[in-house]
């Protein structure tokens, strides 16, 4: 049966799992969903996909990081680490150098290019933000987090409990 676009009523129906809960994770999906489109869409203008958007703010964060570190922070594996960054050598914004006390080391830096494009994509991103952030009064706003951070810390709990070694390491 073919359900009408944006109609995802069907995912929800999990046997088990109360409409409330099932609300609140049809309406999680959703915002994701949302979110990445509106991330698309956001960076388009400055042809960087958000993936590659979110690198080059970790590395203006920690500038000469290894790659191994910026996919960890990424949760990244390598081999996507490691595309995602040639890429980004490609067109300038980074320079990968090896590390002057351990040759096996490569470290990551920002280039003057990388520099001003992550600027111009936090500008972008605070501007989008705002637009949409600046509709909710502050208390929903700090509900909001509140509840975000309460859900993601749930989800954190379930991980432990589903696979102790894993939590916090680079999906592969």
């Known amino acids: 049966?073919?359900?009408?676009?944006?109609?995802?009523?069907?995912?929800?129906?999990?046997?088990g799992v109360d409409p409330c809960s099932a609300r609140v994770f049809g309406a999680f999906m959703r915002a994701m969903h949302l979110h990445r489109q509106l991330m698309l869409h956001v960076f388009a203008e400055q042809q960087t996909p958000p993936g590659q958007a979110m690198c080059l703010r970790i590395?203006?964060?920690?500038?000469?990081?290894?790659?191994?570190?910026?996919?960890?922070?990424?949760?990244?594996?390598?081999p996507t680490v490691t595309s995602m960054l040639k890429r980004m050598e490609h067109l300038g914004t980074i320079?990968?150098?090896?590390?002057?006390?351990?040759q096996r080391v490569t470290r990551v830096h920002l280039t003057p290019a990388g520099g001003a494009l992550d600027g111009d994509l936090r500008g972008i991103l605070a501007q989008s933000l705002g637009q949409i952030l600046d509709s909710m009064t502050e208390d929903d706003r700090r509900q909001l987090a509140r509840l975000l951070e309460v859900f993601a810390e749930h989800i954190a709990v379930g991980l432990a409990e589903q696979a102790p070694a894993t939590v916090g390491e680079p999906a592969r």
């Not at 073919?2 to 009523?9: E, I, K, L, V």
């Open 59 to 78: 590395i203006a964060a920690h500038d000469g990081a290894t790659q191994r570190e910026i996919g960890e922070m990424l949760h990244l594996a390598a």
């Open 95 to 102: 320079a990968r150098e090896p590390d002057p006390d351990d």
């Open 1 to 15: 049966m073919r359900h009408p676009a944006g109609d995802r009523s069907h995912l929800l129906d999990l046997e």
